[in-house]
């Protein structure tokens, strides 16, 4: 079956790093993504990676990606205020009938000043 | 700028109304979808569309009807509004990424309460 899990809530000092967690179900996956909600704002798509990959960084952003233990990372390096937000991890079973994104539940980061 | 408007922001409904969620894009995108967001229960999808006169049901279409006349176009249309479509809206405009579909812009969404 297609699960993605995450954990709800994760606190950080500004400038720490920040690292969220989630889980996938479907091995088959080929493309896991990243979104960032804002309050009252829809998603923001902020990065992709593809399954054949380990890792992916951009900028202050780095996934990592465990195939084996079907385990995605997002590492938020030098965490700013302004990265308060849920967050929000999404998989993309291979092309087929529905094609169709799985979304985790969404992790809310809270970054203390 | 370019992106995804969605209209009203917010609306209330009685039980039983019916009533008719806008979405646009102006990125020329062939896929839009329509999803619900509910607390603790992350994004589902609720209808989707892979270019114009395509419509198809995704996790929660029940209830919910939507067309696809034009490339721009995809609203969404609540039948007979019920305390359980209380939730926030998003239209998404997708693009292709190695052949999978990948949701790239979110409208702003709408908080829609059926009292």
């Known amino acids: 079956g297609e699960d993605v899990e995450q954990s709800l809530f994760l606190s950080v000092r500004e400038g720490d790093s920040s690292v969220i967690n989630c889980t996938y179900t479907d091995s088959s996956s080929t493309y896991l993504y990243w979104y960032k909600q804002e309050p009252g704002a829809g998603l923001q798509l902020l990065t992709y990676?593809?399954?054949?990959?380990d890792m992916k960084q951009d900028q202050r952003l780095t996934v990592l990606l465990n195939k084996k233990d079907k385990h995605l990372s997002l590492r938020i390096a030098d965490t700013q205020t302004g990265d308060s937000a849920i967050y929000f991890c999404?998989?993309?079973?291979?092309?087929?009938?529905?094609?169709?994104?799985?979304f985790g539940t969404g992790t809310l980061l809270a970054v203390q000043p | 700028n370019a992106g995804v408007t969605q209209t009203p922001k917010f609306q209330v409904l009685k039980t039983g109304q019916s009533m008719t969620l806008q979405c646009a894009q102006d990125?020329?995108?062939?896929?839009m979808s329509w999803y619900r967001q509910d607390p603790g229960m992350g994004l589902r999808l609720i209808h989707y569309s892979v270019g114009a006169g395509i419509t198809d049901q995704g996790e929660v279409p029940n209830g919910y009807n939507v067309s696809r006349s034009t490339t721009e176009d995809f609203p969404l249309r609540l039948l007979s509004a019920a305390p359980s479509q209380t939730s926030v809206y998003f239209c998404a405009s997708s693009y292709s990424i190695g052949g999978h579909r990948t949701e790239a812009f979110f409208g702003q969404g709408t908080r829609l309460t059926v009292v």
């Open positions: 999404a998989e993309s079973p291979p092309v087929g009938a529905t094609n169709k994104l799985i």
């Open positions: 990676i593809f399954s054949n990959m």
């Open positions: 990125m020329n995108h062939e896929y």
